[in-house]
């Protein structure tokens, strides 16, 4: 059974900082591309950030351009999100999702995590 599992979200000031981590377990062989979604109340879900299996950055949403980083410890199974300069705007459920191989599936299979809130507000 493979799961991905978020932490780091919570409630920030705006302008403050959070960095979220989104860590695969369970039987897996190789992760793909990683990436960030969000989900505002009220609004369709958004790619926020996406990195590539060897590490290199492959998109950033413009709202979040120059403010938020994305990374991956591939020896850890694990990609973060430091988000810096928070506005109001940015609150939403992030949630992690990776193509990977893994629980016993030769091909290579979409998973999501199950979002952690973030809240910026002063």
């Known amino acids: 059974q493979v799961q991905l599992v978020e932490s780091g979200g919570g409630l920030v000031k705006p302008g403050g900082s959070l960095r979220l981590s989104c860590a695969a377990s369970?039987?897996?062989?190789?992760?793909?591309?990683m990436q960030w979604f969000r989900q505002a109340p009220g609004k369709e879900r958004e790619l926020v950030a996406g990195i590539s299996r060897v590490g290199i950055t492959n998109y950033y949403a413009d709202s979040v351009k120059g403010r938020f980083t994305i990374s991956r410890d591939n020896a850890k199974n694990t990609v973060y999100l430091q988000m810096n300069s928070l506005k109001p705007e940015d609150t939403a459920v992030y949630y992690c999702?990776?193509?990977?191989?893994?629980?016993?599936?030769?091909?290579?299979?979409?998973?999501w995590g199950q979002g952690t809130q973030v809240t910026v507000s002063s």
């Open positions: 999702y990776a193509n990977l191989v893994g629980g016993g599936i030769r091909l290579p299979k979409n998973y």
């Open positions: 369970g039987s897996i062989f190789s992760i793909n591309d």
